[in-house]
């Protein structure tokens, strides 16, 4: 009933710059927090970034200055901008939001995520 789909991943050399998409879609009355999580290969994951609706953004200690988050809320897509990557960057990148359906039920859903890889 409602899907996240991220996209923009891929490989990408060290110092390089990739976008992150994330859409939501199906029976969505708002979308309230957003998040990118990720996870590297043998390693939990982990939180990346967050943005509430009002657009208040926290980042970890990875992520700061160097990446962006960001969301359209006509359009219910949050943005990833990651600059300056480096190969411990490379992970599945994850989207999270929580959803309240036009019942007004609400529940954090994931994407299935899109991989990033930092290499030369």
């Known amino acids: 009933q409602v899907q996240l789909v991220e996209s923009g991943g891929g490989l990408v050399q060290p110092g390089g710059s990739l976008r992150l998409s994330c859409a939501a879609s199906g029976r969505i009355f708002t979308v309230n927090g957003m998040g990118w999580y990720r996870q590297a290969p043998g390693k939990q994951r982990e939180l990346v970034a967050t943005?509430?609706?009002?657009?208040?953004?926290n980042y970890t200690d990875a992520a700061k200055g160097r990446f962006t988050i960001s969301r359209d809320n006509a359009n219910n897509v949050q943005y990833l901008q990651m600059n300056s990557l480096k190969p411990e960057d490379t992970a599945v990148y994850y989207c999270?939001?929580?959803?309240?359906?036009?019942?007004?039920?609400?529940?954090?859903?994931w994407g299935k995520g899109t991989r990033v890889t930092v290499s030369s």
């Open positions: 943005i509430t609706r009002a657009g208040t953004k």
């Open positions: 999270n939001a929580y959803i309240v359906s036009p019942d007004y039920n609400g529940m954090y859903y």
